[in-house]
T-cell receptor, first 111, second 115 residues
Framework: AQSVTQLDSQVPVFEEAPVELRCNYS??????LFWYVQYPNQGLQLLLK??????LVKGINGFEAEFNKSQTSFHLRKPSVHISDTAEYFC?????????FGAGTRLFVKA | DSGVTQTPKHLITATGQRVTLRCSPR?????VYWYQQSLDQGLQFLIQ???????AKGNILERFSAQQFPDLHSELNLSSLELGDSALYFC??????????????FGPGTRLTVT
């Protein structure tokens, strides 16, 4: 069975501080891994994806994520957040033709 | 703007009724995916169509069905609606058919309220 766990439901952080949103997955098959962002009243937008190759993946808006196979993790990081990064972030795993999303992490950036 | 359009934006209907949600993918995309987002279930993958044929199935109820037409637009039909079907329904599209290996572009969603 496949599952995705986002370890924090909410992450408050001050502007210009670094942030890490944690994601762990489990799967009996090889997976592709994704991070999506959802701004209020909008659909999801792809931030970055890991298919194969380098384990450090860079995405849009200054975000990056590192695939760690031994720890089955795919944590999302940004060195300095902005107010505009306030949104919900979803980790997703695709394997065996099914996509599983995590429950989401609400990032709240404070001034 | 992702290029994926969904209609209607909002839909309010009563229990037991049937509704149809429509999605037009980005120009050139052959795959369409449907997702349901609710507070208690989170974001759930329902079904994928590729070039008119069903490609993958997720947690889609038997009361729900979908199809993709020759012009590649897709419809999601929800019948015998229950209060628990109230949710945001997203459509996404991608170029290829292998789910996951291609970036998915999401539409703005249809908010369904069942009263």
């Amino acid at each position: 069975a496949q599952s995705v766990t986002q370890l924090d439901s909410q992450v408050p952080v001050f502007e210009e501080a670094p942030v890490e949103l944690r994601c762990n997955y489990s799967s009996s098959v090889s997976v592709y891994l994704f991070w999506y962002v959802q701004y209020p009243n909008q659909g999801l937008q792809l931030l970055l994806k890991y298919l194969s190759g380098s384990t450090l993946v860079k995405g849009i808006n200054g975000f990056e994520a590192e695939f760690n196979k031994s720890q089955t993790s795919f944590h999302l990081r940004k060195p300095s957040v902005h107010i505009s990064d306030t949104a919900e972030y979803f980790c997703a795993a695709t394997g065996g033709f099914k996509t599983i999303f995590g429950a989401g992490t609400r990032l709240f950036v404070k001034a | 703007d992702s290029g994926v359009t969904q209609t209607p934006k909002h839909l309010i209907t009563a229990t037991g009724q049937r509704v149809t949600l429509r999605c037009s993918p980005r120009s050139g995309d052959l795959s369409v995916y449907w997702y349901q987002q609710s507070l208690d279930q989170g974001l759930q993958f329902l079904i994928q169509y590729y070039n008119g044929e069903e490609r993958a199935k997720g947690n889609i109820l038997e009361r729900f069905s979908a199809q993709q037409f020759p012009d590649l637009h897709s419809e999601l039909n929800l019948s015998s609606l229950e209060l628990g079907d109230s949710a945001l329904y997203f459509c996404a599209s991608s170029v290829g058919g292998q789910i996951g290996s291609y970036e998915q572009y999401f539409g703005p969603g249809t908010r369904l309220t069942v009263t």
